[in-house]
Protein backbone atom coordinates (compact mmCIF):
# COMPACT_ATOMS: atom_id res chain seq x y z
CA UNK A 1 0.00 0.00 0.00
CA UNK A 2 2.94 2.16 0.77
CA UNK A 3 4.53 1.78 -2.88
CA UNK A 4 1.11 2.46 -4.15
CA UNK A 5 0.41 5.28 -2.40
CA UNK A 6 3.98 6.89 -3.29
CA UNK A 7 3.56 5.69 -7.31
CA UNK A 8 0.62 7.68 -7.35
CA UNK A 9 1.69 10.87 -5.69
CA UNK A 10 4.53 10.67 -8.11
CA UNK A 11 2.17 10.59 -10.95
CA UNK A 12 -0.37 12.81 -9.55
CA UNK A 13 2.75 15.47 -9.74
CA UNK A 14 3.58 14.71 -12.58
CA UNK A 15 0.07 14.57 -14.25
CA UNK A 16 0.09 18.05 -12.74
CA UNK A 17 2.73 18.81 -14.60
CA UNK A 18 1.96 17.28 -18.04
CA UNK A 19 -1.52 19.45 -17.63
CA UNK A 20 -0.03 22.54 -16.67
CA UNK A 21 0.47 23.87 -20.26
CA UNK A 22 -2.03 24.65 -22.45
CA UNK A 23 -3.00 21.63 -24.85
CA UNK A 24 -2.14 22.16 -28.68
CA UNK A 25 -4.51 20.55 -30.15
CA UNK A 26 -8.22 19.79 -28.98
CA UNK A 27 -8.71 17.27 -26.84
CA UNK A 28 -9.29 14.06 -28.71
CA UNK A 29 -10.68 10.72 -28.04
CA UNK A 30 -9.74 7.53 -30.46
CA UNK A 31 -11.64 4.33 -30.69
CA UNK A 32 -10.43 1.62 -32.40
CA UNK A 33 -12.38 -1.68 -33.12
CA UNK A 34 -10.83 -4.81 -34.30
CA UNK A 35 -13.31 -8.35 -34.76
CA UNK A 36 -10.96 -10.92 -36.38
CA UNK A 37 -12.33 -14.72 -36.95
CA UNK A 38 -9.81 -17.97 -37.88
CA UNK A 39 -10.60 -21.03 -39.07
CA UNK A 40 -9.37 -23.75 -39.14
CA UNK A 41 -8.95 -27.30 -37.84
CA UNK A 42 -8.65 -28.92 -34.38
CA UNK A 43 -5.30 -28.50 -33.04
CA UNK A 44 -4.62 -31.87 -31.48
CA UNK A 45 -1.56 -31.54 -30.72
CA UNK A 46 -1.92 -28.05 -28.73
CA UNK A 47 0.63 -26.32 -30.30
CA UNK A 48 -1.02 -23.20 -30.47
CA UNK A 49 -2.53 -23.02 -27.50
CA UNK A 50 -2.26 -20.36 -25.23
CA UNK A 51 -3.01 -19.42 -21.97
CA UNK A 52 -6.33 -18.81 -21.96
CA UNK A 53 -6.89 -22.34 -23.18
CA UNK A 54 -8.09 -20.78 -26.68
CA UNK A 55 -6.08 -21.99 -29.97
CA UNK A 56 -4.95 -19.38 -31.89
CA UNK A 57 -6.17 -21.42 -35.08
CA UNK A 58 -9.21 -21.23 -33.93
CA UNK A 59 -10.02 -17.87 -32.39
CA UNK A 60 -12.41 -15.47 -32.61
CA UNK A 61 -11.69 -12.19 -31.01
CA UNK A 62 -13.72 -8.34 -30.56
CA UNK A 63 -11.11 -5.77 -29.64
CA UNK A 64 -12.17 -2.13 -28.39
CA UNK A 65 -9.17 -0.15 -28.21
CA UNK A 66 -9.41 3.60 -26.87
CA UNK A 67 -6.92 6.62 -26.76
CA UNK A 68 -7.65 9.68 -24.84
CA UNK A 69 -5.68 12.61 -24.91
CA UNK A 70 -7.14 14.75 -21.39
CA UNK A 71 -4.20 17.31 -22.38
CA UNK A 72 -1.60 17.81 -24.61
CA UNK A 73 1.38 15.43 -22.98
CA UNK A 74 -1.44 13.29 -20.78
CA UNK A 75 -3.26 10.72 -22.37
CA UNK A 76 -5.75 7.43 -21.02
CA UNK A 77 -5.23 4.57 -22.84
CA UNK A 78 -6.96 1.11 -22.75
CA UNK A 79 -8.31 -1.95 -24.41
CA UNK A 80 -11.00 -4.66 -23.87
CA UNK A 81 -11.05 -7.97 -25.82
CA UNK A 82 -13.37 -10.89 -26.14
CA UNK A 83 -12.22 -14.20 -27.55
CA UNK A 84 -14.80 -16.89 -28.53
CA UNK A 85 -17.26 -14.99 -26.87
CA UNK A 86 -16.01 -15.87 -23.53
CA UNK A 87 -15.49 -12.61 -20.53
CA UNK A 88 -14.32 -9.69 -21.82
CA UNK A 89 -10.91 -9.07 -20.55
CA UNK A 90 -9.10 -5.53 -19.66
CA UNK A 91 -6.15 -6.37 -21.89
CA UNK A 92 -4.65 -2.57 -21.16
CA UNK A 93 -5.59 0.35 -19.54
CA UNK A 94 -2.86 2.65 -18.67
CA UNK A 95 -2.20 6.65 -18.34
CA UNK A 96 0.66 8.14 -20.48
CA UNK A 97 2.81 10.95 -19.23
CA UNK A 98 4.90 13.43 -21.13
CA UNK A 99 6.35 15.90 -18.10
CA UNK A 100 8.83 17.74 -20.04
CA UNK A 101 7.21 19.03 -23.39
CA UNK A 102 11.26 19.59 -24.81
CA UNK A 103 12.30 16.40 -24.08
CA UNK A 104 11.41 12.35 -25.40
CA UNK A 105 11.08 11.01 -21.74
CA UNK A 106 7.47 9.25 -21.21
CA UNK A 107 5.96 7.90 -18.39
CA UNK A 108 3.05 4.65 -18.34
CA UNK A 109 1.51 3.26 -16.07
CA UNK A 110 -1.08 0.86 -15.01
CA UNK A 111 -1.63 -2.28 -17.28
CA UNK A 112 1.09 -1.10 -19.75
CA UNK A 113 2.99 -2.88 -23.19
CA UNK A 114 5.37 -5.06 -22.62
CA UNK A 115 9.02 -3.36 -22.87
CA UNK A 116 10.46 -7.07 -23.62
CA UNK A 117 11.42 -8.00 -27.22
CA UNK A 118 8.87 -6.44 -30.06
CA UNK A 119 6.95 -8.89 -31.10
CA UNK A 120 4.20 -7.96 -27.76
CA UNK A 121 3.75 -4.63 -28.75
CA UNK A 122 2.78 -5.38 -32.42
CA UNK A 123 -0.95 -5.10 -31.30
CA UNK A 124 -2.99 -5.93 -33.74
CA UNK A 125 -4.16 -8.68 -36.24
CA UNK A 126 -2.82 -6.42 -39.07
CA UNK A 127 0.25 -6.51 -37.96
CA UNK A 128 1.06 -10.15 -37.63
CA UNK A 129 1.11 -10.93 -41.20
CA UNK A 130 0.40 -14.67 -40.59
CA UNK A 131 -2.35 -16.15 -38.31
CA UNK A 132 -0.30 -18.47 -34.83
CA UNK A 133 1.88 -16.70 -32.74
CA UNK A 134 5.99 -17.51 -32.80
CA UNK A 135 6.82 -19.86 -30.21
CA UNK A 136 8.45 -17.91 -27.97
CA UNK A 137 5.31 -15.59 -27.51
CA UNK A 138 2.87 -18.54 -27.19
CA UNK A 139 3.97 -21.68 -26.76
CA UNK A 140 3.19 -23.18 -23.81
CA UNK A 141 6.35 -25.05 -22.07
CA UNK A 142 5.57 -27.67 -19.01
CA UNK A 143 6.61 -24.68 -16.18
CA UNK A 144 3.99 -23.54 -14.01
CA UNK A 145 4.19 -20.22 -11.83
CA UNK A 146 1.88 -22.05 -9.23
CA UNK A 147 3.10 -25.43 -8.94
CA UNK A 148 6.11 -26.83 -9.20
CA UNK A 149 8.05 -30.56 -10.08
CA UNK A 150 9.23 -32.24 -7.05
CA UNK A 151 12.21 -34.16 -9.21
CA UNK A 152 13.30 -34.34 -12.62
CA UNK A 153 10.83 -37.09 -13.00
CA UNK A 154 7.78 -35.36 -12.34
CA UNK A 155 8.84 -33.08 -15.06
CA UNK A 156 9.74 -35.32 -17.37
CA UNK A 157 6.74 -37.00 -17.49
CA UNK A 158 4.67 -33.79 -18.87
CA UNK A 159 7.54 -33.36 -21.72
CA UNK A 160 5.78 -31.83 -24.54
CA UNK A 161 2.41 -31.47 -22.79
CA UNK A 162 2.24 -28.06 -21.52
CA UNK A 163 -0.79 -26.91 -22.50
CA UNK A 164 -2.14 -29.00 -19.02
CA UNK A 165 0.43 -29.93 -16.54
CA UNK A 166 0.24 -30.90 -13.42
CA UNK A 167 2.63 -31.17 -10.52
CA UNK A 168 3.23 -32.50 -6.89
CA UNK A 169 4.02 -28.50 -5.05
CA UNK A 170 1.49 -26.11 -4.80
CA UNK A 171 -1.53 -24.77 -4.53
CA UNK A 172 -2.37 -25.27 -7.57
CA UNK A 173 -1.06 -28.80 -7.52
CA UNK A 174 -4.12 -30.38 -7.62
CA UNK A 175 -5.27 -29.54 -11.24
CA UNK A 176 -3.88 -30.02 -14.49
CA UNK A 177 -3.42 -26.01 -15.31
CA UNK A 178 -1.93 -24.47 -18.76
CA UNK A 179 2.45 -24.35 -18.55
CA UNK A 180 3.91 -20.98 -19.20
CA UNK A 181 5.27 -19.46 -22.57
CA UNK A 182 8.51 -17.91 -23.14
CA UNK A 183 6.63 -14.47 -22.91
CA UNK A 184 3.22 -14.00 -22.67
CA UNK A 185 1.87 -12.24 -25.63
CA UNK A 186 -1.70 -12.54 -24.82
CA UNK A 187 -1.45 -10.77 -21.61
CA UNK A 188 0.02 -7.48 -20.63
CA UNK A 189 1.66 -6.90 -16.79
CA UNK A 190 1.22 -4.14 -14.21
CA UNK A 191 3.35 -1.69 -13.00
CA UNK A 192 5.31 1.80 -14.85
CA UNK A 193 7.88 2.04 -17.26
CA UNK A 194 9.76 4.84 -18.47
CA UNK A 195 10.84 5.44 -22.26
CA UNK A 196 13.59 7.57 -23.17
CA UNK A 197 15.12 8.76 -26.51
CA UNK A 198 13.27 9.27 -29.87
CA UNK A 199 15.72 9.30 -32.72
CA UNK A 200 18.68 6.78 -33.42
CA UNK A 201 18.70 5.45 -30.01
CA UNK A 202 16.05 4.12 -27.50
CA UNK A 203 15.42 2.58 -24.01
CA UNK A 204 12.72 1.42 -22.07
CA UNK A 205 12.56 0.09 -18.32
CA UNK A 206 9.60 -1.32 -16.54
CA UNK A 207 8.66 -2.37 -13.11
CA UNK A 208 6.09 -4.70 -12.84
CA UNK A 209 3.96 -7.50 -10.99
CA UNK A 210 4.57 -10.44 -12.75
CA UNK A 211 7.19 -11.45 -15.20
CA UNK A 212 7.29 -12.35 -19.19
CA UNK A 213 5.96 -15.96 -18.64
CA UNK A 214 3.55 -15.05 -16.18
CA UNK A 215 2.18 -11.20 -16.28
CA UNK A 216 -0.09 -9.98 -13.53
CA UNK A 217 -2.52 -7.70 -12.34
CA UNK A 218 -2.33 -8.51 -8.70
CA UNK A 219 0.78 -9.45 -7.04
CA UNK A 220 1.23 -13.04 -5.87
CA UNK A 221 4.77 -12.85 -4.68
CA UNK A 222 6.05 -9.80 -2.96
CA UNK A 223 8.43 -9.65 -6.06
CA UNK A 224 8.97 -7.10 -8.90
CA UNK A 225 9.95 -7.49 -12.57
CA UNK A 226 12.59 -5.39 -13.99
CA UNK A 227 12.72 -5.29 -17.43
CA UNK A 228 14.65 -3.62 -20.35
CA UNK A 229 14.97 -2.59 -23.70
CA UNK A 230 17.38 -0.70 -26.09
CA UNK A 231 16.98 0.31 -30.07
CA UNK A 232 18.93 1.34 -32.29
CA UNK A 233 17.72 2.73 -35.65
CA UNK A 234 21.50 3.05 -37.44
CA UNK A 235 19.43 3.72 -40.93
CA UNK A 236 16.14 4.25 -41.97
CA UNK A 237 14.24 1.03 -42.24
CA UNK A 238 16.54 -1.03 -39.63
CA UNK A 239 16.17 -1.56 -36.23
CA UNK A 240 18.28 -3.32 -33.65
CA UNK A 241 16.94 -3.94 -30.19
CA UNK A 242 17.98 -5.88 -27.11
CA UNK A 243 16.38 -6.67 -24.27
CA UNK A 244 16.36 -7.94 -20.25
CA UNK A 245 14.68 -8.90 -17.87
CA UNK A 246 13.83 -10.78 -13.99
CA UNK A 247 11.61 -11.02 -12.29
CA UNK A 248 10.10 -13.49 -9.42
CA UNK A 249 7.44 -15.63 -10.90
CA UNK A 250 6.96 -18.51 -8.19
CA UNK A 251 3.82 -17.21 -6.63
CA UNK A 252 3.94 -17.45 -2.77
CA UNK A 253 1.20 -20.41 -2.79
CA UNK A 254 3.97 -22.39 -3.73
CA UNK A 255 6.99 -20.97 -2.18
CA UNK A 256 4.64 -21.88 0.82
CA UNK A 257 4.26 -25.34 0.22
CA UNK A 258 7.67 -25.94 -0.19
CA UNK A 259 10.18 -27.56 1.87
CA UNK A 260 11.65 -24.96 4.73
CA UNK A 261 15.15 -25.50 3.27
CA UNK A 262 13.60 -25.07 -0.05
CA UNK A 263 11.88 -21.65 0.20
CA UNK A 264 13.06 -18.39 -1.07
CA UNK A 265 12.79 -16.57 -4.07
CA UNK A 266 12.81 -17.76 -7.90
CA UNK A 267 13.02 -16.06 -10.48
CA UNK A 268 12.58 -16.05 -14.64
CA UNK A 269 15.47 -14.21 -16.06
CA UNK A 270 15.24 -13.84 -19.95
CA UNK A 271 17.93 -11.67 -22.32
CA UNK A 272 16.55 -11.13 -25.83
CA UNK A 273 18.02 -9.81 -29.19
CA UNK A 274 15.56 -8.34 -32.17
CA UNK A 275 15.92 -7.17 -35.60
CA UNK A 276 13.95 -5.79 -38.02
CA UNK A 277 14.80 -4.86 -41.63
CA UNK A 278 12.57 -2.96 -43.98
CA UNK A 279 12.94 -1.46 -47.87
CA UNK A 280 10.70 -1.63 -50.61
CA UNK A 281 7.97 -4.46 -50.83
CA UNK A 282 10.25 -6.11 -47.69
CA UNK A 283 9.63 -6.47 -44.20
CA UNK A 284 12.28 -9.09 -42.78
CA UNK A 285 11.96 -9.72 -38.72
CA UNK A 286 13.85 -11.92 -36.36
CA UNK A 287 14.11 -12.01 -32.25
CA UNK A 288 16.05 -14.71 -30.38
CA UNK A 289 14.94 -15.22 -26.48
CA UNK A 290 17.02 -16.95 -23.76
CA UNK A 291 14.61 -17.72 -20.87
CA UNK A 292 15.92 -19.08 -17.62
CA UNK A 293 13.60 -20.02 -14.97
CA UNK A 294 15.17 -21.09 -11.60
CA UNK A 295 13.17 -24.11 -9.99
CA UNK A 296 13.26 -25.26 -6.30
CA UNK A 297 12.94 -28.71 -6.43
CA UNK A 298 15.88 -29.50 -9.26
CA UNK A 299 19.30 -29.14 -8.63
CA UNK A 300 19.66 -26.84 -12.09
CA UNK A 301 17.65 -24.24 -12.95
CA UNK A 302 15.66 -24.63 -16.40
CA UNK A 303 16.21 -23.08 -19.79
CA UNK A 304 14.69 -21.93 -23.12
CA UNK A 305 15.74 -20.72 -26.30
CA UNK A 306 13.23 -19.45 -28.77
CA UNK A 307 14.36 -18.11 -32.29
CA UNK A 308 11.95 -16.71 -35.19
CA UNK A 309 12.88 -15.29 -38.58
CA UNK A 310 9.86 -14.06 -40.64
CA UNK A 311 9.32 -11.69 -43.75
CA UNK A 312 6.47 -10.59 -45.68
CA UNK A 313 6.69 -9.47 -49.48
CA UNK A 314 3.72 -7.33 -50.84
CA UNK A 315 2.97 -9.03 -54.35
CA UNK A 316 0.36 -6.72 -55.86
CA UNK A 317 -1.35 -3.89 -53.79
CA UNK A 318 -3.35 -5.39 -50.94
CA UNK A 319 -2.05 -8.65 -51.81
CA UNK A 320 1.06 -10.23 -49.58
CA UNK A 321 3.10 -13.28 -49.26
CA UNK A 322 4.72 -14.34 -45.65
CA UNK A 323 6.80 -16.84 -44.06
CA UNK A 324 7.67 -17.61 -40.67
CA UNK A 325 10.31 -20.34 -39.48
CA UNK A 326 10.35 -21.06 -34.96
CA UNK A 327 12.67 -22.93 -33.38
CA UNK A 328 12.40 -23.87 -29.11
CA UNK A 329 14.82 -25.44 -27.50
CA UNK A 330 15.17 -26.73 -23.67
CA UNK A 331 18.37 -27.25 -21.57
CA UNK A 332 19.11 -30.53 -20.81
CA UNK A 333 18.58 -32.57 -17.55
CA UNK A 334 19.40 -35.76 -16.41
CA UNK A 335 16.49 -37.95 -16.56
CA UNK A 336 16.05 -41.96 -15.32
CA UNK A 337 16.19 -42.25 -19.44
CA UNK A 338 19.72 -40.49 -19.25
CA UNK A 339 20.27 -36.96 -20.45
CA UNK A 340 17.64 -35.05 -21.97
CA UNK A 341 16.18 -31.96 -23.23
CA UNK A 342 13.45 -30.63 -20.06
CA UNK A 343 10.58 -29.99 -22.83
CA UNK A 344 9.76 -31.19 -26.09
CA UNK A 345 12.24 -28.93 -28.98
CA UNK A 346 9.42 -28.15 -30.77
CA UNK A 347 9.47 -26.88 -35.08
CA UNK A 348 6.97 -24.79 -36.66
CA UNK A 349 7.19 -23.51 -40.08
CA UNK A 350 4.02 -20.94 -41.49
CA UNK A 351 3.15 -19.84 -44.26
CA UNK A 352 0.37 -17.96 -46.10
CA UNK A 353 -1.33 -14.98 -48.52
CA UNK A 354 -3.25 -11.93 -47.28
CA UNK A 355 -5.29 -10.20 -49.28
CA UNK A 356 -6.76 -6.71 -48.43
CA UNK A 357 -9.72 -5.68 -51.05
CA UNK A 358 -10.28 -2.33 -48.95
CA UNK A 359 -8.41 -0.78 -46.40
CA UNK A 360 -10.11 -2.12 -43.81
CA UNK A 361 -10.26 -5.34 -44.07
CA UNK A 362 -7.80 -8.24 -44.55
CA UNK A 363 -8.06 -12.08 -44.81
CA UNK A 364 -5.34 -14.58 -44.34
CA UNK A 365 -5.15 -17.88 -45.56
CA UNK A 366 -1.77 -19.63 -43.73
CA UNK A 367 -0.25 -23.06 -43.83
CA UNK A 368 1.50 -24.54 -40.78
CA UNK A 369 3.36 -27.56 -39.67
CA UNK A 370 4.52 -28.12 -36.63
CA UNK A 371 7.11 -30.71 -35.10
CA UNK A 372 7.88 -31.77 -31.46
CA UNK A 373 10.15 -33.75 -30.08
CA UNK A 374 8.12 -35.70 -27.20
CA UNK A 375 4.60 -36.00 -26.43
CA UNK A 376 1.21 -37.71 -27.51
CA UNK A 377 1.22 -35.95 -30.80
CA UNK A 378 4.27 -35.13 -32.44
CA UNK A 379 3.29 -33.65 -35.77
CA UNK A 380 0.48 -31.24 -37.03
CA UNK A 381 -0.23 -29.37 -40.16
CA UNK A 382 -3.20 -26.58 -40.07
CA UNK A 383 -4.57 -24.85 -42.83
CA UNK A 384 -6.27 -21.92 -41.26
CA UNK A 385 -8.10 -18.48 -42.69
CA UNK A 386 -8.75 -15.57 -41.00
CA UNK A 387 -10.60 -12.75 -41.46
CA UNK A 388 -9.64 -9.43 -39.80
CA UNK A 389 -11.88 -6.30 -39.72
CA UNK A 390 -10.78 -3.01 -38.42
CA UNK A 391 -11.93 0.17 -38.41
CA UNK B 1 -21.83 6.43 -51.52
CA UNK B 2 -21.95 10.11 -52.82
CA UNK B 3 -18.15 10.25 -52.92
CA UNK B 4 -18.96 8.05 -55.70
CA UNK B 5 -20.37 10.47 -58.00
CA UNK B 6 -17.40 11.41 -59.22
CA UNK B 7 -16.32 9.03 -61.24
CA UNK B 8 -19.51 7.78 -62.36
CA UNK B 9 -20.45 11.37 -64.07
CA UNK B 10 -16.90 11.82 -65.17
CA UNK B 11 -17.31 8.58 -67.11
CA UNK B 12 -20.73 9.71 -68.09
CA UNK B 13 -20.13 13.11 -69.90
CA UNK B 14 -16.97 11.31 -71.41
CA UNK B 15 -18.69 9.20 -73.44
CA UNK B 16 -20.76 12.38 -74.81
CA UNK B 17 -24.21 13.41 -73.37
CA UNK B 18 -25.97 16.79 -73.98
CA UNK B 19 -23.00 19.06 -73.01
CA UNK B 20 -22.55 22.18 -74.40
CA UNK B 21 -19.86 21.94 -77.58
CA UNK B 22 -16.35 23.67 -76.42
CA UNK B 23 -16.14 27.12 -78.58
CA UNK B 24 -13.10 29.27 -78.86
CA UNK B 25 -14.61 32.22 -78.48
CA UNK B 26 -17.76 34.14 -75.59
CA UNK B 27 -15.50 31.43 -72.94
CA UNK B 28 -16.70 32.56 -69.70
CA UNK B 29 -15.05 32.32 -65.62
CA UNK B 30 -16.81 30.82 -62.73
CA UNK B 31 -15.54 31.97 -59.34
CA UNK B 32 -16.46 32.25 -55.84
CA UNK B 33 -15.92 30.96 -52.24
CA UNK B 34 -16.26 27.67 -50.68
CA UNK B 35 -17.34 28.35 -47.29
CA UNK B 36 -17.01 25.24 -44.83
CA UNK B 37 -18.81 25.74 -41.86
CA UNK B 38 -18.74 22.11 -40.64
CA UNK B 39 -16.07 21.09 -38.23
CA UNK B 40 -13.92 18.74 -40.06
CA UNK B 41 -13.40 15.69 -37.98
CA UNK B 42 -10.08 14.84 -36.76
CA UNK B 43 -8.04 12.23 -38.54
CA UNK B 44 -8.95 8.92 -37.88
CA UNK B 45 -5.99 6.81 -36.21
CA UNK B 46 -5.67 3.62 -34.46
CA UNK B 47 -5.22 3.95 -30.99
CA UNK B 48 -1.59 4.01 -29.87
CA UNK B 49 -2.04 1.26 -27.45
CA UNK B 50 1.57 -0.73 -28.39
CA UNK B 51 4.07 2.64 -27.81
CA UNK B 52 5.85 2.96 -25.41
CA UNK B 53 5.98 6.69 -26.06
CA UNK B 54 3.89 9.62 -26.98
CA UNK B 55 3.33 9.93 -30.66
CA UNK B 56 5.84 12.30 -32.65
CA UNK B 57 3.59 15.76 -33.52
CA UNK B 58 2.55 15.57 -36.62
CA UNK B 59 0.41 18.30 -39.14
CA UNK B 60 -2.93 18.25 -39.14
CA UNK B 61 -4.56 17.98 -42.67
CA UNK B 62 -6.35 20.74 -44.69
CA UNK B 63 -9.74 19.39 -44.95
CA UNK B 64 -11.51 22.65 -45.66
CA UNK B 65 -9.67 22.63 -48.89
CA UNK B 66 -12.73 21.98 -51.31
CA UNK B 67 -12.69 21.11 -55.12
CA UNK B 68 -15.20 22.56 -57.78
CA UNK B 69 -15.97 21.30 -60.57
CA UNK B 70 -18.38 21.41 -63.66
CA UNK B 71 -20.47 17.42 -63.86
CA UNK B 72 -20.61 17.80 -67.22
CA UNK B 73 -18.27 19.37 -69.79
CA UNK B 74 -18.18 20.56 -72.78
CA UNK B 75 -17.72 18.02 -75.32
CA UNK B 76 -14.68 17.57 -77.08
CA UNK B 77 -12.64 18.94 -73.45
CA UNK B 78 -11.25 15.64 -72.93
CA UNK B 79 -8.00 15.35 -74.11
CA UNK B 80 -5.39 13.88 -71.83
CA UNK B 81 -2.91 15.59 -70.03
CA UNK B 82 0.85 14.68 -69.30
CA UNK B 83 1.05 16.55 -66.07
CA UNK B 84 2.90 16.36 -63.57
CA UNK B 85 2.18 16.70 -59.91
CA UNK B 86 3.16 16.32 -56.25
CA UNK B 87 2.15 15.29 -52.81
CA UNK B 88 4.57 15.50 -50.41
CA UNK B 89 4.60 13.54 -46.63
CA UNK B 90 5.69 15.43 -44.78
CA UNK B 91 5.08 15.61 -40.60
CA UNK B 92 3.48 12.52 -41.04
CA UNK B 93 0.87 14.11 -43.19
CA UNK B 94 -0.04 14.11 -47.05
CA UNK B 95 0.75 17.58 -48.78
CA UNK B 96 -1.63 18.70 -50.00
CA UNK B 97 -4.45 16.65 -48.53
CA UNK B 98 -7.02 17.12 -51.74
CA UNK B 99 -5.03 17.17 -55.15
CA UNK B 100 -7.43 16.93 -58.51
CA UNK B 101 -5.82 16.53 -61.56
CA UNK B 102 -6.67 15.05 -64.94
CA UNK B 103 -6.59 11.81 -66.58
CA UNK B 104 -2.42 11.08 -67.90
CA UNK B 105 -1.32 13.37 -64.65
CA UNK B 106 1.80 11.67 -63.09
CA UNK B 107 2.12 12.44 -59.38
CA UNK B 108 5.22 12.31 -57.47
CA UNK B 109 4.78 11.39 -54.02
CA UNK B 110 7.69 12.57 -52.40
CA UNK B 111 8.84 11.93 -48.26
CA UNK B 112 10.12 14.68 -46.50
CA UNK B 113 9.92 13.22 -43.25
CA UNK B 114 12.75 11.14 -41.67
CA UNK B 115 10.82 7.98 -41.57
CA UNK B 116 9.34 5.46 -44.11
CA UNK B 117 6.41 6.12 -45.59
CA UNK B 118 4.17 3.39 -47.64
CA UNK B 119 1.78 5.16 -50.03
CA UNK B 120 -0.81 2.64 -51.17
CA UNK B 121 -4.61 3.05 -52.44
CA UNK B 122 -7.27 0.53 -52.88
CA UNK B 123 -9.90 2.53 -54.76
CA UNK B 124 -11.14 1.22 -57.78
CA UNK B 125 -9.86 3.92 -60.22
CA UNK B 126 -5.96 3.36 -59.46
CA UNK B 127 -4.94 0.55 -57.42
CA UNK B 128 -1.00 0.84 -56.17
CA UNK B 129 1.51 0.53 -53.35
CA UNK B 130 4.75 2.35 -53.38
CA UNK B 131 6.23 0.31 -51.10
CA UNK B 132 8.87 1.61 -48.23
CA UNK B 133 10.89 4.60 -48.58
CA UNK B 134 13.00 7.04 -46.87
CA UNK B 135 13.28 10.44 -46.67
CA UNK B 136 14.08 12.39 -49.61
CA UNK B 137 13.05 9.85 -52.31
CA UNK B 138 9.86 10.26 -54.71
CA UNK B 139 7.60 7.66 -56.40
CA UNK B 140 5.62 7.94 -58.89
CA UNK B 141 2.21 6.74 -59.99
CA UNK B 142 -0.03 7.56 -63.19
CA UNK B 143 -3.44 7.96 -63.25
CA UNK B 144 -5.44 7.18 -66.49
CA UNK B 145 -8.89 6.65 -65.38
CA UNK B 146 -11.36 9.28 -63.79
CA UNK B 147 -12.46 9.42 -60.31
CA UNK B 148 -11.33 9.36 -56.30
CA UNK B 149 -8.81 7.61 -55.66
CA UNK B 150 -8.12 7.63 -51.41
CA UNK B 151 -4.48 7.58 -50.71
CA UNK B 152 -2.79 6.00 -47.28
CA UNK B 153 0.02 5.64 -45.72
CA UNK B 154 0.60 1.74 -44.39
CA UNK B 155 2.92 2.81 -41.52
CA UNK B 156 0.58 5.62 -40.37
CA UNK B 157 -2.96 5.32 -40.06
CA UNK B 158 -3.86 8.22 -39.57
CA UNK B 159 -2.00 9.57 -42.96
CA UNK B 160 -4.80 9.70 -45.75
CA UNK B 161 -5.73 11.90 -48.97
CA UNK B 162 -7.58 12.32 -51.70
CA UNK B 163 -6.69 12.57 -55.29
CA UNK B 164 -9.51 13.43 -57.54
CA UNK B 165 -8.71 12.70 -61.13
CA UNK B 166 -10.83 14.59 -63.84
CA UNK B 167 -11.52 13.74 -67.22
CA UNK B 168 -11.69 17.23 -68.39
CA UNK B 169 -9.96 20.13 -67.28
CA UNK B 170 -13.21 22.56 -65.79
CA UNK B 171 -11.79 22.16 -62.47
CA UNK B 172 -10.40 24.11 -59.43
CA UNK B 173 -9.18 23.36 -55.83
CA UNK B 174 -9.69 26.61 -53.20
CA UNK B 175 -7.04 28.30 -51.83
CA UNK B 176 -6.48 28.98 -48.33
CA UNK B 177 -9.69 31.50 -48.27
CA UNK B 178 -11.65 29.11 -49.96
CA UNK B 179 -11.67 30.68 -53.38
CA UNK B 180 -12.01 29.40 -56.37
CA UNK B 181 -12.00 29.97 -60.35
CA UNK B 182 -12.28 27.71 -63.31
CA UNK B 183 -11.50 30.00 -67.03
CA UNK B 184 -12.26 29.21 -70.28
CA UNK B 185 -16.35 27.77 -69.96
CA UNK B 186 -17.28 27.53 -73.08
CA UNK B 187 -21.27 29.12 -73.28
CA UNK B 188 -24.17 26.97 -71.94
CA UNK B 189 -26.07 25.09 -68.88
CA UNK B 190 -23.61 23.58 -66.98
CA UNK B 191 -24.30 21.56 -63.22
CA UNK B 192 -21.56 22.60 -60.93
CA UNK B 193 -20.53 20.79 -58.10
CA UNK B 194 -18.58 21.89 -54.57
CA UNK B 195 -16.52 18.64 -53.24
CA UNK B 196 -15.24 18.51 -49.94
CA UNK B 197 -13.63 15.76 -47.69
CA UNK B 198 -14.82 13.14 -49.42
CA UNK B 199 -18.19 13.96 -50.36
CA UNK B 200 -20.07 16.14 -53.71
CA UNK B 201 -21.54 18.43 -50.79
CA UNK B 202 -23.51 21.32 -52.79
CA UNK B 203 -24.90 21.48 -56.52
CA UNK B 204 -25.75 24.18 -57.98
CA UNK B 205 -26.73 25.02 -61.95
CA UNK B 206 -25.76 27.98 -63.87
CA UNK B 207 -25.19 29.37 -67.40
CA UNK B 208 -22.46 30.73 -69.11
CA UNK B 209 -24.03 33.53 -71.40
CA UNK B 210 -22.76 33.56 -75.26
CA UNK B 211 -20.82 36.64 -74.58
CA UNK B 212 -19.02 34.96 -72.13
CA UNK B 213 -17.82 36.89 -68.40
CA UNK B 214 -17.38 36.15 -64.71
CA UNK B 215 -19.82 34.37 -63.00
CA UNK B 216 -19.95 34.25 -59.41
CA UNK B 217 -21.31 31.44 -57.31
CA UNK B 218 -20.55 30.23 -54.35
CA UNK B 219 -21.17 27.56 -51.99
CA UNK B 220 -21.40 26.68 -48.20
CA UNK B 221 -20.79 23.14 -46.76
CA UNK B 222 -22.38 22.39 -43.68
Redesign the interface.
Known sequence: MKRAALLATALSAIVAAAGAEPPAEPRRFALGVELSAAVGPEDRGFFNYTSYEDSAQRLARLSLTAEWHLAERFALLGEVRDENLGRPRVYALYARVRPWRDRAFDVQAGLVPPVFGAFSRRRYGSDNPLIGYPLAYQYLTSLRSDAVPGTESDLLVTRGSGWLVRYPFGWGSAEPEPGLPLVNALRWDTGFQVHVGSGPLEASAALTQGTLSSPRVHDDNGGKQLSARVAWKPVVGLILGASGARGEYLSRDVVGALPLERRGHYAQKAWGVDVEYSRDRWILRSEAIWSRWQTPMLERSLGALGFTAEGRCKILPGLYAAARLDRLDFTRIDGPAGRVSWDAPVWRTEAGLGYAPVRHVLAKVAYQHNWRDGGRVRERALLTSQLVVWF | MRAARLPLLALAVAAGTAAPRLAGAGAGSIRGRVEVTREPP?P???????????P?PRD?PNRRRSVVYLEAAPQGAFEEHEGRAVMDQRHEAFVPYVLAVTVGTTVDFTNSD???HNV???SKPR???L?????GQSKSVRFDRPGVV?V?CEIHSHMSAFILVFAHRFFATTDAEGRYRIDNVPPGAYTIVAWNDGEARETRTMRVPEDGGVLEQDFVVR
Open positions: AAARPSIGELSMSLRTYFSLRFDGRYATRF
